[in-house]
């Protein structure tokens, strides 16, 4: 048995190979179901985002798992192998465990740290399951890795620095005002980092919201995105008047506001605290307006060199957060390594009960006088004798398989008690119900080639 990860991300793959493997919500249950049906794949979950689509596997083989999953990806998304077959990456068992910890910390993520892809991952998880698509190791692993990834979050500040311009900027007026609420926020044209910038704002409590705009059409669209006001530059005074918070992304040549713009209206806002953000290149906001009293002006520079700064500091907690994968894949190997003693404590016990009734039935052929309560006695206190004699040893296998040669530690303990003949009756009534529970996933009127169509 092993742990197999296929996918591609934003790493790997341009945005138009991505979106060509992008799982529809609609059609997601029966390709679960579909891979689940696939021969070879025990288990699996499908983790699907704007920058990530991934396949997670427990399979037979290695090299089979891996054939029958990019087949499906093939057939499903009906794009020929050899076409996507650069983009793709590839982990394998303690790999495969590590990568998963990874995403779902966040630390394979474009913003590192990033908590989205927890819930992500969780879905994913969640909608296998009950596909019943997942089993005894994916749903150990997955819920291991949620668990890992909320205590990753709590006890590091992986998340507490802002990584991105608009977020830095959302820090920055907080510093200055403590809190949004009844605060006015002026957006200086309708771009997209001011719209970003803005819709944060609004996101931390900003209650109203201007757009103010060359034209009039552009402004209003943006505004009615935050139930706002809009108006052009004709009446840039009267907005700036009200303003706690100034957004500026014109692409304007020259300064939009100058500082003698801002010292005209200085009496008539009270002296009030104005916070502005110039996120143009070229700059739409006069430097020297940082000179003016209660004034704090921000540019692209300022704000660039507060998110790399962040970004060192979040990369110092992932570190903290490896230490904690490292861990937690030792724990899941180690769980991983006894489960493979579970089918041979079952044959031992199978053997030892055989062993046990055979030695009753000579019992009563040469004692046939023996009353039932005897017997009763005989039959509890030779089974006694049994898990008292089985106890050890199985103590000792349980320890020998978590330990770094587990597997031949098992393998040497079937030769000592010859339990290959009940191993191999287990696995063949294994293999009977694997058969039967694919036969129950596959949908009796969909074959892959429909699949192609529909997607």
């Not at 009353?371 to 006694?384: F, P, Q």
Request: glycine share 6%.
């Amino acid at each position: 048995m092993h742990i197999l990860v296929i996918g591609l991300n934003y790493k790997t793959a341009p945005v138009e190979i991505r979106e060509r493997f992008a799982f529809k919500e609609d059609e997601k249950d029966r390709a679960i179901r579909m891979l689940r049906g696939t021969k070879d794949i025990q288990e699996c979950v499908m983790v699907g985002t704007c920058n990530r689509t991934e396949i997670y596997a427990v399979v037979d083989q290695l090299h089979t798992g891996r054939h029958y999953v990019k087949g499906f990806l093939s057939e499903w998304f009906g794009i020929a192998r050899e076409d996507f077959a650069d983009y793709l990456y590839i982990k394998e068992d303690d790999e495969a465990v590590r990568h998963l910890f990874r995403v779902v910390c966040g630390l394979d993520s474009m913003v590192l740290g990033e908590t989205q892809i927890l819930g992500q991952v969780r879905t994913a998880f969640l909608q296998s399951q009950e596909c019943k698509a997942t089993g005894t190791v994916f749903n150990t692993l997955f819920k291991q890795a949620v668990t890992l990834a909320k205590r990753a979050h709590s006890e590091t500040d992986i998340g507490k620095n802002a990584v991105s311009v608009s977020y830095a900027a959302v820090e920055l007026g907080k510093k200055i005002f403590g809190y949004f609420e009844k605060k006015t926020v002026v957006i200086l044209g309708a771009g997209k980092m001011g719209e970003l910038t803005g819709k944060h704002l609004h996101a931390n409590g900003v209650n109203k919201v201007i757009v103010v705009n060359r034209t009039i059409e552009r402004a209003k669209g943006l505004a009615d995105k935050f139930n706002g006001e809009a108006c052009t530059f004709n009446e840039l005074s009267s907005a700036l008047i009200q303003a706690d918070i100034v957004i500026s992304s014109t692409g304007a040549e020259g300064y939009v506001v100058t500082k003698r713009d801002i010292q005209a209206i200085s009496r008539k806002r009270n002296h009030r605290p104005l916070f502005m953000i110039d996120i143009a290149v070229p700059r739409d906001l006069d430097p020297a307006i940082n000179d003016l009293d209660d004034v704090y002006l921000y540019d692209i520079d300022d704000l660039e060199s507060i998110v790399e700064a962040n970004r060192q500091e979040r990369a110092r907690e992932a570190e903290k957060i490896g230490y904690m994968i490292g861990e937690e894949i030792v724990a899941f190997k180690s769980w991983l390594n006894t489960l493979g003693t579970v089918p041979v404590i079952s044959a031992l016990r199978e053997k030892s009960l055989k062993i046990q009734e055979e030695a009753m039935r000579q019992i009563e052929n040469k004692l046939p006088d023996l009353t039932e309560k005897e017997l009763r006695i005989i039959r509890k206190y030779s089974k006694t004798i049994v898990n008292q004699m089985l106890h050890d040893p199985l103590v000792r296998m349980k320890e020998m398989a978590a330990q770094s040669k587990g597997d031949e530690a098992l393998d040497l303990f079937v030769k000592i008690f010859a339990l290959e003949e009940e191993l191999e009756q287990q696995s063949r009534i294994k293999q009977l119900r694997a058969e039967k529970e694919t036969a129950d996933v596959r949908l009796p009127t969909l074959h892959v080639s429909e699949a192609v169509v529909r997607s």
